[in-house]
């Protein structure tokens, strides 16, 4: 299912580069160095507003809803998604699992969000690879 779609669906995609170009800012760019991933589902309402959800994905296992870092993410979540112009799209939910805790389920139904700067800064040469 996953790979069975667009990366993002047209409709979307201004949404879903604003919230990557306020994820990647360089004021959050230390709270983002510790994510694995972000991941994000969007749908139109019945009158044609755009809602999403957010769910980042901290490394390392499982954490307790009230450890210091999944409130520090959903923080930092709930100020991008308020630096996003409402006309673009409204925040519906705003998390922070463990990699343990996302499921297929939510992955397959999800796009990750292009934060590929946030893994590989641009001064920071990729990895090398077989040509």
Same mark, same amino acid.
């Given at each position: 299912?996953?790979?069975?779609?667009?990366?993002?669906?047209?409709?979307?995609?201004?949404?879903?580069?604003?919230? &990557?170009?306020?994820?990647?800012?360089?004021?959050?760019?230390?709270?983002?160095?510790?994510?694995?991933?972000?991941?994000?589902?969007?749908?139109?309402? %019945?009158?044609?507003?755009?809602?999403?959800?957010?769910? &980042?994905?901290?490394? $390392? $296992?499982?954490? /307790?809803?009230?450890?210091?870092?999944?409130?520090?993410?959903?923080?930092?979540?709930?100020?991008?998604?308020? &630096?996003?112009? %409402?006309?673009?799209?409204?925040?519906?939910?705003?998390?922070?699992?463990?990699?343990?805790?996302? /499921?297929?389920?939510?992955?397959? $139904?999800?796009?990750?969000?292009?934060?590929?700067?946030?893994?590989?800064?641009?001064?920071?040469?990729?990895?090398?690879?077989?040509?």
């Amino acid at each position: 299912m996953r790979y069975d779609r667009p990366a993002i669906p047209q409709r979307y995609k201004t949404i879903a580069d604003a919230l &990557a170009r306020e994820l990647t800012r360089k004021k959050d760019r230390g709270r983002g160095a510790r994510l694995r991933d972000v991941l994000a589902q969007f749908w139109t309402t %019945d009158e044609g507003a755009i809602q999403y959800s957010i769910v &980042a994905v901290l490394p $390392g $296992g499982q954490y /307790s809803p009230d450890h210091p870092l999944v409130a520090e993410t959903r923080s930092c979540l709930a100020a991008i998604a308020l &630096a996003i112009p %409402d006309e673009l799209g409204t925040a519906a939910s705003l998390e922070a699992y463990g990699d343990d805790e996302v /499921s297929l389920a939510y992955v397959e $139904g999800a796009f990750s969000l292009d934060l590929s700067k946030l893994s590989w800064p641009l001064n920071v040469p990729g990895p090398v690879g077989a040509v």
